[in-house]
């Protein structure tokens, strides 16, 4: 089992950036793939990016593709979710998750997944 804590969540403006990091502990971590995933309020979890094991292909959702970028490294254990260009729709709790195989873009295929960290971006 891997355990995950995510950070970098916060309050910014329309139009700003930041910047999520995803620390993991337990096992490997470069034996998995990395994603995230987000839930507004009273909507259902949604994927927003995953990347490969060797961090070659990483797939994101249309409404985030184009300002944010997924990443890691895997002699820190850690997986990245850089931010730009914010929108108010992008308010949500952002959540890291990992799997064993390939990447999916399905929350039901992750095994283990972080608490979460807020972001509100205001208008």
């Known amino acids: 089992q891997v355990q995950l804590v995510e950070s970098g969540g916060g309050l910014v403006q329309a139009g700003g950036s930041l910047r999520l990091s995803c620390a993991a502990s337990?096992?490997?971590?470069?034996?998995?793939?990395g994603g995230w995933f987000r839930q507004a309020p009273g909507k259902e979890r949604e994927f927003v990016a995953v990347?490969?094991?060797?961090?070659?292909?990483?797939y994101y959702a249309d409404s985030v593709k184009g300002r944010f970028t997924i990443s890691r490294d895997n002699a820190k254990n850690r997986v990245y979710l850089q931010m730009n260009s914010l929108k108010p729709e992008d308010t949500a709790v952002y959540y890291c998750?990992?799997?064993?195989?390939?990447?999916?873009?399905?929350?039901?295929?992750?095994?283990?997944w972080g608490q979460g960290t807020q972001v509100t971006v205001s208008s």
């Open positions: 990347i490969e094991r060797d961090d070659r292909i990483a």
């Open positions: 337990g096992r490997t971590f470069s034996g998995y793939v």
């Open positions: 998750a990992v799997r064993l195989l390939s990447a999916s873009t399905s929350v039901s295929d992750f095994d283990s």
